[in-house]
Nanobody, 121 residues
Framework: QVHLVESGGGLVQPGGSLRLSCTSS????????MRWYRQAPGKERELVAA????????NYADSVKGRFTISRDNLNNTVYLQVDSLKPEDTAVYYC??????????????WGQGTQVSVSS
């Protein structure tokens, strides 16, 4: 059952950019805190960026600060991750995660199926 749909991944050269998108046709994302995770082969899933439901708070992993930007457009029910200055170590499957802002520890969050980002020359 698909709740979130990611798109925008692809193969880029080092230094390149992509814009990842996450949306849902099933529910409004506006009351959800949104997160982007990534998982590289053989590694654990890593939290990359997060944005609050109001967009007033954003957080980033140290490894992507200054290169990635998370944003949201609640009118279009979409969350974005702009990824710039890509490095080979950014290669991973990127997942979108929606966490209810009124119950962040409830476990009632939603995931997408992921979009592949590959960085190689």
């Amino acid at each position: 059952q698909v709740h979130l749909v990611e798109s925008g991944g692809g193969l880029v050269q080092p230094g390149g950019s992509l814009r990842l998108s996450c949306t849902s046709s099933e529910f409004s994302l506006s009351r959800y805190d949104m997160r982007w995770y990534r998982q590289a082969p053989g590694k654990e899933r890593e939290l990359v960026a997060a944005i609050s439901s109001t967009a007033r708070i954003t957080n980033y992993a140290d490894s992507v600060k200054g290169r990635f930007t998370i944003s949201r457009d609640n009118l279009n029910n979409t969350v974005y991750l702009q990824v710039d200055s890509l490095k080979p170590e950014d290669t991973a499957v990127y997942y979108c995660n929606a966490v209810p802002s009124w119950a962040p520890n409830s476990g009632n969050d939603y995931w997408g199926q992921g979009t592949q980002v590959s960085v190689s020359s």
